[in-house]
């Protein structure tokens, strides 16, 4: 409808919610229609499932108990995404809203062409629960969602302080939001899986003890290692000449104790996690000793850190060509971080740049098992079978590739993509036995092919396809036995399906409204024709739809070259239960068909195209 639309006013939330529906109600108004004045009900719909959403029922309920419930509706022009928000209105209401007693959605339609119907049985939205954790507890956690969240702020201040509660249907993000029938949570990105370990007291008190003891481990490596060098620097002071003692000390300031300075403060600067101060420091140490080493490492803990920049910093650490022998518990280490914020690639490259000066398979192994992984839980499912492939150079995968195959296959078939599915089990059968799978998925493409058929009109192919198939074989609610005798009893619709073709008699009369004299001209045209196709809904109703051209005159003339007539092309759909003897079609037209025939008649009279005369138009005729 044109016309702007002008909101009158907000209604009450809607608290109340059927538990694990992929919508949610975000707002509901009465909304006027500034051209044609009238009233209607709008909703604003949140989508957090894990489908695209493409149209949603809604029943809303006014206060007053009198009323009818009002119906919402919504046919979105493209996919609504998980996340995101649209609009659903009711038809225009008599009177004005001034409160709901509820609204509740009724059903909801995916984009691969799934349904979700509604039970009945509503309850309140959960609401965030508060997560009380020791202060210990808290500042492990913040630093593990630091971590998740990839330094965001904003995400992190939004779940440090909320539990995430899990049920069976649908879970609540510690980030606030409410989701159903996915394991990412749509707003902040986090995994269901990794943020349920991170409330746990005991857990995190326990990894903040492990990490205190590790870094406090590390610090000793180093004060070792700079006292190490302090050693050597009493050697080689030792034994000077007094008369060179000062110009000995301000070389040995500026070639040692200053760089010793910078490396030091640079050691202490990267243990805090302090990373521009320790890159600063190191530089300072102009090249003295590993100085250049740990700077370019730090700059990759640094791009970590930030989620940004990541990979061409540790190409930058590893084109340098350091000599990395001594250093294998520190790539171990990046290697570790790499893997945290889910880049398996450049977790691999860290552990084969050490690969020489020790045993990496079981590392780059586990590194590829959990990129894998993360595809998985990402529904990225023939990306994780191309990483375990990769693994197999570094254990044994095998296992592990039949297994997620098969599970990736069983996912995209409850999404119906029956495509997918089979390609995912074509690939797990080169790893175990999918062959029983294989054929099943098969035979879904042979139902879903009979089914599209079915619902595009093809009626003859698709019970063709249907009478191929197990009776008992159901997809997505598509059953091939109730289809087979759904198709059975309406065989003489299926049969009268098709083209028609043939002659046409036609005729105009001329009548004197004084003498009742007729004189007429008459004739056959061959170029009639007709096309039927009829679409079976689950009850039994036929809509059977198509079009008829035929000649018909249109002008009297008491010479023939003065006759005027056209191909007259009309298209016809209607409902039935059975075949009618003739229908109405408008016009002055009527059809029937049956037992492989279509019959035409045309029939228009005119009393007052002329003072003295009236006409009659006639066309008629029988195509096969």
């Not at 920049?309 to 294998?328: F, M, P, R, T």
């Not at 039949?402 to 495509?419: F, I, N, P, T, W």
């Amino acid at each position: 409808m044109d016309g702007e639309w002008v909101e009158l006013r907000s209604l009450e939330p809607i608290t109340m919610w059927e538990p694990g529906c992929p919508l949610i109600i975000e707002k509901m108004t009465v909304v006027k229609n500034s051209t044609s004045g009238k009233l209607y009900l709008r909703a604003t719909l949140l989508n957090i499932g894990a489908k695209e959403t493409l149209a949603a029922l809604l029943l809303a309920a006014p206060e007053d108990s009198s009323e009818e419930k009002i119906s919402l509706s919504v046919s979105a022009d493209k996919p609504c995404l998980p996340g995101h928000s649209f609009i659903a209105m009711s038809k225009s209401i008599d009177n004005d809203i001034l409160e709901l007693k509820n609204c509740e959605i009724a059903s909801i339609q995916f984009s691969d062409k799934t349904e979700w119907t509604s039970s009945g049985n509503i309850e309140p939205i959960p609401l965030p629960e508060p997560l009380v954790l020791s202060e210990k507890a808290m500042a492990q956690r913040e630093k593990e969602l630091g971590k998740l969240y990839k330094g965001n702020k904003d995400k992190i201040d939004a779940s440090k302080s909320n539990k995430t509660v899990s049920d069976v249907a649908w879970w609540r993000c510690s980030c606030g939001v409410v989701n159903s029938g996915r394991d990412v949570c749509w707003n902040c990105g986090a995994k269901k899986a990794k943020l349920i370990p991170l409330q746990d007291e005991e857990s995190l008190e326990k990894a903040a003890d492990e990490e205190a003891k590790s870094k406090q481990e590390k610090i000793l490596k180093h004060q070792e290692r700079k006292e190490k060098l302090l050693r050597n620097k009493s050697k080689i002071i030792g034994g000077s000449i007094a008369v060179v003692v000062v110009i000995v000390l301000i070389v040995l300031i500026k070639a040692i104790f200053l760089p010793i300075s910078h490396m030091s403060a640079g050691d202490n600067a990267r243990q805090e996690g302090d990373w521009d101060t320790a890159i600063s420091e190191y530089d300072a140490a102009n090249g003295f000793g590993e100085a250049d080493y740990y700077g370019a490492y730090t700059r990759c803990l640094k791009a970590v850190s930030q989620a940004t920049g990541a990979s061409a910093a540790l190409s930058a650490l590893l084109d340098a060509n350091y000599d990395l022998s001594n250093h294998v518990d520190d790539m171990l280490d990046l290697g570790k971080a790499y893997l945290e914020i889910d880049d398996a690639d450049d977790a691999v490259r860290c552990y084969q740049a050490v690969s020489e000066y020790a045993d990496m398979s079981d590392s780059i192994f586990e590194a590829y098992k959990a990129a894998a992984e993360s595809c998985m839980n990402s529904g990225m499912y023939v990306s994780a079978i191309d990483i375990l492939v990769l693994a197999n150079d570094y254990g044994d995968s095998n296992d592990l590739i039949y297994k997620d195959a098969c599970e990736g296959a069983e996912k995209r078939l409850e999404q119906g993509k029956v495509d997918e599915a089979l390609a995912l089990y074509k690939t797990a059968d080169q790893y175990g036995d999918a062959k029983n799978n294989i054929s099943h998925c098969e035979s879904l493409k042979k139902l879903q092919s009979a089914e599209n058929d079915f619902k595009a009109g093809k009626l003859s192919s698709a019970q063709t396809k249907f009478d191929e198939l197990p009776a008992d074989l159901t997809f997505k609610d598509v059953n091939a036995g109730q289809r087979q005798e759904l198709l059975s009893s309406h065989q003489a619709f299926i049969d009268m399906c098709g083209n028609y073709s043939g002659s046409i008699h036609a005729k105009v009369t001329e009548t004197s409204k004084n003498t009742g004299l007729t004189q007429w001209w008459e004739g056959d045209d061959d170029s009639a024709t007709a096309e039927v196709s009829c679409k079976i809904a689950d009850d039994g109703t036929v809509t059977v739809s198509g079009n008829v051209k035929f000649y018909r005159y249109t002008k009297f003339s008491v010479i023939s070259a003065g006759l005027e007539g056209n191909s007259n092309k009309m298209s016809f759909s209607f409902e039935t239960t059975e075949l009618p003897n003739s229908v109405n079609i408008g016009d002055g037209t009527t059809i029937s068909i049956s037992e492989g025939s279509f019959t035409v008649n045309y029939y228009k009279y005119e009393d007052n195209r002329d003072i003295y005369f009236n006409y009659e138009y006639e066309s008629s005729g029988t195509l096969s």
